[in-house]
């Protein structure tokens, strides 16, 4: 259990990371040209409520205790107020979280669901030519932007075929489903490519480890060996690699969000950024940075409890 | 057990590439071909990228116009020609930025270590928890939108990848037998990094740059689709896609050829970091 | 070797190739031994010699697909050849009629699955019973190899293991289901003297309280001495001489053998210079034609570099291939 220790002290370890990352989006927000107050609130704003965000974010005052109120109001979870929707910013992307959650786990789960069987195809039949038809799409998926995989797939799926919605998320849950399947597809596909590439890789050094030898030599069949040795060693590396990719993943439901219309927290930041939102989009960078931070906290945990070797 | 039985192995197909065509020769090859396009562009294009021809809308390919026309009677094969020169232009610059900003950072941080490489270790920790896209597009929110925006986006972003290879290599580096040697020698601090390791150190840096164009050349045309890169009426392929976006139903065309296009650069980009790190038998 | 009881292995002429590209060479050269209930047969060479690569080929377990056995045949008591075996009889042979062992305990057992659920798994597999009655199995035959407080232990990782206690926990799943035979390929080279002697008594004690039979590769002539029967010479991917312990190293025929004895350090009575043998190895792909020693050997002569020698039985059950063998007196050599 005392492998599990660093869960209570690594949330102290990672305070630098977050008093950084609230310092990056205050000077990204006070860097805008013009009277910080008009700024916010946009310019058709009252001076009665220009004069009340001057009070709450301090900004008659120097830009260090400028800093020290927005930390303060961080505390007490007002982010201010969308020019747009008129309503607490925390609360606006509190609603938004649902769509966005769902793309990257279905699309984290569908990568997966795809990498694992084509990576292990590959390995297992290296130099065949499945593993060189799989080597070529992944090597090519690498490349293939998500917006456009994503008009490709409505073309196919939606426009041809009408098996899925083009846009929207809907109501209830099965419909919700049918709606996210082809955005968690696209996102899913492009990480499938990455993941399957790696997953090979260490499949393919698994296979010709010594302790793969060792089980064969206990007898134990090739299926036996890939199943309970190699792949368990082999995914160790991948939970990290998914770890380091959601940045990425969270890029890429930016763009997917805005392709299909889906109300998540990626749509909110791109139509901030168009109505001059800012206090949308300050917020919104500052949820998915700390998103990053606690999944990448949250790999740590799976690391070590998948890998007995491993002390954090 | 007789020898033939032993060595009788199953039959196997010959894969026509597998031995012959090397990935760096194929990605090569590729990057050389869009090079020649868009070198050539004015020639190889048969009508004007920005010309609207009001006759000619949304016509789908034919002999007159081999990949079709978009909503404005533009010639999408001319478009797509025209646009390499912009999307080259984005991987090249989206790469040496940040290679030159994280190449400087990271030297000074690995060579001369303590509080100047604990403050830069911090900010790069920092910058990496911010999902990259939506940081450039926070940046880009500030200074307006463009292509100038986003090399400056990209550079603020990309360079962390480069300051950290480069800083792991001069770690390393500066404890060897020949940089010891020339700090013993007096020479300055300069002249040591600069001309004793940073060429050692900067072969990895180069493979990764390879593989790096891809991820900003994806994040180069992805911006121009959300409409705050390249601007119109320049033709980018990653805006194409956007404008053809509402047309699929009717014009398949105005969006599929400019994505192949991404493709096939990306690719031969990725086929090169692969080939090239192969040869020099660098790992990412 | 004239032994009336059939040898549980019987080994004829294996041979192994490297084959890449259309070429193929020669790695091991027809190699032949007999391996008896209750023997322990010492396989000594130098690194590359081939000794592992002769196990590892008799176990259908060779590292590279490039690597092929050209030839020969692996009888079992009950007369099947290992090397026809379908792969679903192959994988009833493994661990249950023969087990492994290697150099390197601690890569070659899974990291991320506790030692105890790697023998259990074993013993699943082979005998097919339920999961409480391997586990109970397990505990058994962990007892057996000597780790103390097995119910504790059994849980533990590779990582949470000593060098030793590693050996054994990889001694006990290679005899999880009580093979006949057991192979150790250097399996005390990386431990240290205290420990190394440990697990040389223990795989004596195995092989008199279960009348197992061990072949047990090495480049130490030393261990040879301590612990086996029979000692088998490899030189370059051949058997150079075979015969009982006390014959081959009391009296060795080939001059290969003959400059191993004298390597052994207190031969002499400790005094006097460390003998070496003059010259490297010759590495695969480039040997020499006729006695592959002929380069390295003083008693070579055009003979030697023109034909290879045939492996001939000198005394009885004492066979070495050498066109002028070496007479060494017993007080020369111990």
Redo the contacts between chains.
């Keep these: 259990m005392s492998r599990y220790r660093f869960v209570l002290y690594r949330p102290f370890q990672l305070l630098p990371v977050l008093v950084g990352i609230s310092i990056i989006t205050f000077v990204l927000v006070r860097s805008i040209p013009g009277d910080p107050a008009r700024v916010l609130l946009g310019p058709r704003s009252t001076e009665e409520a220009l004069r009340r965000v001057r009070e709450q974010f301090g900004l008659d005052e120097p830009l260090w205790l400028q800093y020290f109120y927005f930390v303060k109001n961080l505390f007490k979870g007002e982010l201010g107020k969308s020019i747009l929707y008129k309503v607490d910013v925390l609360k606006l992307i509190a609603t938004r979280i649902e769509p966005t959650l769902v793309l990257v786990i279905g699309s984290v789960l569908l990568a997966l669901l795809i990498a694992t069987p084509m990576a292990a195809i590959a390995a297992r039949r290296r130099g065949s030519w499945p593993d060189h038809v799989i080597r070529i799409i992944s090597t090519a998926g690498l490349g293939f932007p998500a917006f456009w995989l994503a008009i490709m797939l409505i073309l196919l799926f939606s426009v041809q075929l009408g098996w899925f919605p083009v846009t929207g998320y809907g109501r209830t849950f099965v419909d919700k489903i049918h709606h996210m399947t082809l955005p968690c597809l696209t996102a899913g596909l492009a990480l499938a490519a990455v993941l399957t590439r790696n997953l090979r890789a260490s499949i393919l050094a698994e296979l010709q480890s010594d302790q793969a030898t060792a089980a064969r030599a206990r007898g134990l069949s090739e299926n036996t060996v890939f199943w309970r040795h190699v792949m368990p060693n082999s995914l160790v590396p991948t939970v990290n690699l998914l770890a380091v990719n959601i940045g990425w993943l969270i890029s890429g439901s930016v763009v997917i969000e805005t392709v299909f219309a889906i109300p998540g927290m990626g749509q909110l930041l791109v139509r901030g950024i168009f109505t001059r939102d800012y206090m949308v989009v300050q917020g919104v960078a500052m949820v998915f940075a700390c998103a990053t931070v606690l999944v990448n906290f949250l790999a740590d945990i799976l690391t070590v409890s998948i890998d007995p070797r491993i002390k954090l | 057990?007789s020898?033939a039985?032993?060595?009788s192995r199953p039959w196997?197909?010959r894969?026509p590439f597998?031995n012959r065509v090397t990935p760096l020769a194929l990605g090569a090859g590729i990057l050389i071909a869009w090079l020649l396009i868009a070198l050539f562009a004015p020639l190889l294009a048969p009508y004007d990228p920005i010309y609207q021809d009001a006759a000619v809308r949304l016509k789908p390919p034919s002999w007159a116009h081999p990949l079709g026309t978009d909503n404005f009677g533009r010639d999408v094969l001319s478009r797509v020609i025209w646009a390499s020169r912009i999307d080259l232009q984005i991987a090249l610059f989206g790469v040496i930025f940040p290679f030159i900003l994280g190449t400087i950072i990271g030297s000074i941080s690995g060579f001369f270590g303590g509080w100047v490489d604990t403050l830069f270790m911090?900010?790069i920790?920092?910058?990496?928890?911010?999902?990259?896209?939506?940081?450039m597009?926070?940046?880009?929110?500030?200074i307006g939108p463009g292509l100038g925006s986003f090399y400056i986006a990209m550079a603020l972003v990309g360079w962390v990848s480069y300051a950290r290879l480069i800083r792991a290599q001069f770690l390393v580096l500066k404890n060897s037998d020949f940089a010891m040697a020339a700090v013993s020698l007096g020479y300055s601090n300069s002249r040591v990094m600069f001309r004793h390791i940073m060429p050692n150190a900067i072969l990895g840096s180069i493979v990764f740059s390879m593989s790096d164009a891809?991820l900003v050349?994806?994040n180069g045309?992805?911006i121009s689709?959300?409409?705050?890169g390249v601007q119109p009426p320049t033709a980018e392929w990653?805006m194409m896609?956007?404008e053809g976006?509402g047309f699929?139903?009717t014009a398949?065309w105005i969006?599929?050829f400019?994505?192949i296009a991404?493709?096939?650069?990306?690719?031969g980009?990725?086929?090169l970091a692969?080939g090239l790190g192969e040869a020099l038998g660098v790992r990412e | 070797m004239n032994d009336d009881r059939t040898p549980v292995l019987r080994v004829r002429d294996l041979s192994v190739a490297y084959e890449g590209r259309g070429s193929s060479t020669s790695i091991i050269d027809a190699v032949s031994f007999d391996l008896h209930p209750g023997e322990i047969l010492g396989i000594v060479g130098e690194s590359g010699s081939g000794k592992s690569m002769t196990c590892r080929a008799l176990m259908r377990l060779l590292p590279s697909s490039m690597l092929r056995v050209t030839g020969g045949t692996v009888t079992l008591a009950d007369g099947r050849d290992v090397l026809a075996l379908p792969a679903r009889d192959l994988t009833r042979v493994r661990g249950r009629r023969i087990g492994m062992i290697f150099q390197n305990p601690a890569s070659h057992l899974d990291p991320v699955m506790s030692i105890g659920r790697q023998i259990a798994e074993t013993i699943r597999h082979h005998k097919g019973v339920s999961r409480r009655q391997a586990w109970s199995n397990m505990l058994d035959i962990l007892r057996q190899v000597g780790i103390p407080d097995p119910e504790s232990r059994a849980n533990a990782y590779t990582h949470e293991f000593s060098g030793g206690m590693r050996q054994r926990a990889m001694i006990a799943a290679a005899l999880a289901c009580d093979p006949e035979i057991l192979i150790a390929d250097e399996p005390t080279t990386a431990l240290d003297v205290t420990v190394q002697a440990q697990i040389l008594r223990l795989l004596q004690q195995l092989r008199d309280e279960r009348g197992l039979s061990i072949i047990f590769i090495t480049h130490d002539l030393g261990v040879v001495y301590q612990l086996c029967d029979t000692v088998a010479v490899m030189y370059a991917g051949r058997l150079c001489e075979y015969g009982p312990k006390h014959e081959v190293i009391a009296r060795p025929r080939h001059h290969y053998t003959a400059g191993l004895v004298a390597c052994q350090p207190g031969t002499d009575g400790g005094s006097g210079p460390v003998h070496t043998i003059p010259g490297q190895p010759p590495v695969a792909g480039d040997m020499p034609g006729g006695c592959r020693f002929h380069p390295r050997c003083e008693a070579a002569d055009a003979l030697c570099k023109a034909k290879q020698p045939p492996l001939t039985e000198a005394a009885p059950g004492h066979q070495h291939a050498c066109h002028h063998p070496a007479h060494t007196d017993a007080q020369e050599a111990v």
Aim: a positive charge; aromatic letters at 10%.
């Design positions: 057990m020898r039985q032993i060595r196997r197909i894969w597998a911090r900010l920790d920092v910058v990496l928890a911010f999902p990259f896209l939506v940081l597009l926070a940046i880009i929110t500030i891809v050349l994806l045309a992805a689709y959300l409409g705050l990653g896609i956007a976006q699929i139903t398949w969006t599929t400019p994505g991404i493709v096939t650069l990306a690719m980009f990725s086929l692969d």
